[in-house]
């Protein structure tokens, strides 16, 4: 160790347990095991030598909540924050893939044109249902639902139908340039 505080810790944590900071050589205990004996009185020295060094102020959070605190329990927490924080799509158990697909479906069958494109997309999210709940790789459960088809498009019928029409756009004039010829 270069930090004398953190030497000094160790000499502390040595000398309240009455043993040497060299080792003892009768019983032929190798140096430095008198602060690995008592390791809980070497943490607590060196976390007050760097709150006293002020190691600890201006950390990022200071103050606040801890996130995520008192929600219930997800055995999966750490997948659905890594998923968030990165941007990430594509990626993860299916289950989770398919819930956030589930959730969102609506709107991705809303920007489609044709009823024929309706049923092709809601078959295509019933078929990778199916085929994530007869899967018994482990992960969280599917709980996902197939949809009715049918009734997917009768919905996306109706909000179609819904939506105001939009305006027909006014088309820019064109100039004409005439050519002149010379001659």
């Given amino acids: 160790m270069t930090d004398p505080r953190d030497a000094a ?14 080792g003892d050589e ?19 020295t060196a976390i007050q030598v760097a709150i006293r060094r002020g190691e600890f102020d201006d950390l990022p959070g200071a103050g606040k909540p ?13 997948i659905r924050r890594k998923i968030e924080t990165e941007n990430l799509t594509g990626l993860g158990p299916p289950a989770i893939l398919l819930r956030t697909e589930d959730r969102e479906l609506n709107d ?29 790789q482990g992960g ?19 909000r179609r139908a819904a939506r105001p029409k939009a305006a027909p756009a006014e088309q820019p ?9 010379r001659g």
């Fill in 9 to 22: 810790a160790r000499y502390l944590a040595s000398r309240q347990h009455g043993e040497s900071v060299d």
């Fill in 26 to 44: 009768e019983s032929g205990t190798p140096p430095g095991i008198a602060a690995a004996v008592d390791r809980a009185a070497f943490i607590e």
């Fill in 66 to 78: 801890l996130e995520g605190l008192g929600t219930h329990h997800d055995p999966d927490w750490w």
């Fill in 108 to 136: 991705q069958l809303d920007l489609l044109g044709r009823e024929s494109d309706v049923r092709t997309v809601v078959e295509d999210f019933n078929r990778r249902v199916r085929e994530a709940r007869r899967q018994l």
């Fill in 140 to 158: 969280p459960p599917v709980v996902t639902s197939p949809r009715d088809v049918d009734a997917e498009v009768a919905a996306w019928a109706e």
């Fill in 173 to 181: 004039r064109r100039r004409r340039f005439r050519v002149r010829r």
